[in-house]
């Protein structure tokens, strides 16, 4: 049972027992590849974190080009 107990706190953590299971799931995939996620700059083409500006707009920390994407990540799969 502790291993359940600490999958579910890593799924969404700071959502608690609310929304259900389904959204927190889905919440706790896009984080991940929000938070933690390496992309490739269209800049410089180095492999970095890259910092959201604001939805759909991101900058690379590396050499400041900014440049448009999705929401939750640079690369849409479309």
Do not use: D, H
């Not at 890593?10 to 929304?19: D, F, M, P, T, V």
């Not at 389904?22 to 410089?44: D, F, L, N």
């Amino acid at each position: 049972m502790k291993k359940e107990r600490e999958r579910s706190k890593k799924i969404a953590k700071g959502l608690g027992a609310r929304y259900g299971f389904k959204v927190r799931r889905k919440y706790g995939e896009v984080a991940v590849k929000y938070r933690k996620a390496k992309y490739e700059c269209p800049g410089c083409s180095k492999i970095v974190k890259m910092k959201r500006i604001a939805v759909g707009i991101w900058k690379c920390p590396k050499c400041n080009f900014t440049f448009t994407g999705g929401a939750y990540s640079p690369k849409t799969t479309r």
